[in-house]
């Protein structure tokens, strides 16, 4: 499969006979397309309207009339709401009708969208980076229109579960377009793309510097502050595919959980593994026996994802898939924690990859955890050359080498103004 020029293992995994999941690839890995909320390498959005172009509207529609005074455009107003609901017009899976449970407040009409270029594509469908409004938009597009009934109930699952989130470490829902030939998801725009990327991929050398130990903390607690949300929820919402393709990093740096394809919500004391979609990379091992589970396999997870930021190294880098499946599924082995790492960051690690998952913190504690070591990372003189979270000195030390005698310090940079964005490299 085409992502943007890059092959690896999840694209192979694909193309061997195997059972195709819900998963959206991406590039730089085979990844989910949610973490493709991100541009490609050297085509930085600008917002500016270039390179955009209108999505097709729905055959024998014309385009959206103006909004009256006091409505919003795109919307419609009560009294229009009440007349639709008189008499709608009836779904089926191979009809373009829209999509009537899908709340009316969320409905864009594709007239609305300008789409940009495409920055992720997969079996099931494509996200583009769009324009909606003058603000920079994610949509994520199926490519088969004609979705059968399942599907279709999936992607009003998707839309009614993201919907009720609102939280800094969760992506934003804008909108969807509820009609075919233009189903999609939008969603807010990252420009940094996936956490996944940013760690495991080539990158500019300004970058590679900005991601120290203390931002790498950051963003451990960023992680976890978004899904401790989703398990404060009533009731609990269990991602079941959290990794780190799935995390998207704005321009700030700050991560944000993302893609609830495969999300549930817990209304009994398990949620029951009816698929095995999702990587094994990542997945705990209850869930890759097809075991019921709960959201302890979530915090199983979140271990691989701070190992990832402990040791800069992909997981099970060298294994198949099956192979991983047969090691922590049935050897009852995990990944390997660094002997150089702070006792606090192993110790962690080693809790969120017990065997028993109700032996396994909670993302509440984990949190609790993190903050002490958070402030001793960023304690001026800690001298740590990063040791807790691993990674080379040089590359990931956040302590600046002292000036030579014989250069004159500079002075510090003034702070850019709270309302200017600093330039992505």
Not at 56 to 79: D, F, K, W
Not at 148 to 171: K, Y
Not at 397 to 412: F, G, Q, R, T, W
Not at 417 to 424: A, G, N, T
């Amino acid at each position: 499969m085409d992502t943007g020029g890059a092959t690896d293992k999840g694209d192979e995994r694909e193309g061997k006979g195997g059972k195709e999941s819900d998963e959206w690839r991406y590039y730089g890995r085979g990844e989910d397309m949610g973490a493709s909320f991100g541009v490609l390498p050297g085509h930085e959005a600008k917002v500016d309207g270039g390179g955009f172009s209108q999505m097709p509207a729905p055959p024998g529609e014309s385009p959206p009339r103006a909004s009256p005074a006091g409505t919003i455009a795109g919307r419609t107003s009560p009294a229009e709401r009440q007349d639709s609901t008189e008499s709608p017009e009836p779904s089926s899976s191979s009809s373009p009708a829209s999509l009537l449970s899908i709340a009316v407040d969320l409905s864009i009409p594709a007239e609305e969208i300008q789409l940009g270029e495409r920055i992720g594509i997969g079996s099931y469908g494509e996200v583009h980076r769009g324009l909606w409004r003058g603000t920079e938009v994610a949509v994520k597009r199926f490519l088969d229109q004609d979705l059968s009934q399942h599907l279709m109930r999936e992607f009003e699952t998707e839309v009614d579960l993201m919907r009720r989130l609102r939280h800094p470490n969760v992506i934003l829902l804008m909108g969807a377009v509820t009609k075919t030939p233009n189903l999609s998801i939008v969603t807010e725009f990252l420009h940094r793309g996936s956490l996944y990327k940013l760690l495991h991929r080539p990158q500019p050398p300004q970058v590679t510097a900005a991601l120290s130990e203390a931002r790498r903390m950051r963003m451990a607690l960023d992680v976890a502050k978004g899904m401790h949300y989703l398990h404060s929820c009533d009731p609990i919402i269990v991602h079941r595919d959290l990794k780190s393709p799935n995390l998207l990093v704005d321009k700030h740096w700050m991560v944000k959980v993302c893609d609830f394809g495969l999300s549930r919500m817990k209304n009994h004391t398990f949620l029951s593994s009816k698929s095995n979609a999702g990587t094994p990379e990542w997945m705990a091992p209850e869930v890759l026996r097809n075991e019921p589970s709960d959201e302890k396999s979530d915090i199983w997870s979140y271990g691989v994802i701070f190992w990832e930021l402990l040791t800069l190294k992909e997981p099970w880098n060298g294994l198949n898939p099956m192979q991983v499946v047969g090691a922590v599924g049935f050897s009852g082995n995990s990944l390997a924690i660094p002997e150089d790492a702070r006792p606090e960051a192993k110790s962690l690690c080693e809790d969120c990859f017990r065997g028993n998952a109700k032996d396994r913190p909670s993302f509440l504690e984990i949190q609790k955890r993190l903050r002490p070591m958070q402030a001793m990372i960023t304690r001026p003189g800690s001298g740590n050359g990063g040791a807790a979270l691993g990674g080379s000195p040089a590359q990931f030390s956040d302590s600046k080498p002292p000036a030579s005698p014989s250069e004159p310090e500079k002075p510090p940079r003034a702070p850019p103004p709270k309302d200017e964005y600093p330039i992505l490299p």
